[in-house]
């Protein structure tokens, strides 16, 4: 699990989440957000990365239960859909709000079921 997270599921997360936002500096302010067809294909392959990762959480022994694991990797899966459909729209406000989305997803999953360096639940 630890390198589907790692190799796959933060990538992804790394490439919406840079994809859009704004930079207030001394310069002024920049709106930072996908302006090229190959930035937008970036934005809609991290979005189905994030959608497909849920499903590689539901297999076989990756799965930790049957009951708040899938919910859980259901609720990516949920969001991924939701960031390809904004992603195909070019709609970088929902880009924005879907970020958070899947921030959060992350951080209850995270907060369940993350291991300490000790090998104690969280």
């Given at each position: 699990?630890?390198?589907?997270?790692?190799?796959?599921?933060?990538?992804?997360?790394?490439?919406?989440?840079?994809?859009?936002?704004?930079?207030?500096?001394?310069?002024?302010?920049?709106?930072?957000?996908?302006?090229?067809?190959?930035?937008?294909?970036?934005?809609?392959?991290?979005?189905?990365?994030?959608?497909?990762?849920?499903?590689?959480?539901?297999?076989?022994?990756?799965?930790?239960?049957?009951?708040?694991?899938?919910?859980?990797?259901q609720?990516?899966?949920d969001?991924?859909?939701?960031?390809?459909?904004?992603?195909?729209?070019?709609?970088?406000?929902?880009?924005?709000?879907?970020?958070?989305?899947?921030?959060?997803?992350c951080?209850?999953?995270?907060q369940?079921?993350?291991?300490?360096?000790?090998?104690?639940?969280k």
């Amino acid at each position: 699990m630890k390198q589907l997270m790692t190799a796959v599921v933060d990538p992804a997360a790394d490439v919406i989440w840079g994809s859009v936002g704004t930079i207030v500096s001394a310069e002024g302010t920049e709106e930072r957000f996908p302006k090229t067809d190959e930035e937008w294909t970036a934005v809609l392959n991290s979005a189905f990365v994030i959608t497909e990762s849920g499903n590689l959480m539901m297999m076989g022994s990756r799965a930790k239960d049957s009951g708040e694991w899938m919910r859980q990797s259901q609720e990516l899966i949920d969001v991924g859909i939701r960031t390809v459909k904004a992603a195909e729209a070019r709609d970088k406000d929902a880009i924005f709000t879907l970020g958070g989305n899947i921030y959060e997803v992350c951080a209850n999953c995270h907060q369940a079921y993350a291991v300490a360096a000790s090998g104690i639940p969280k």
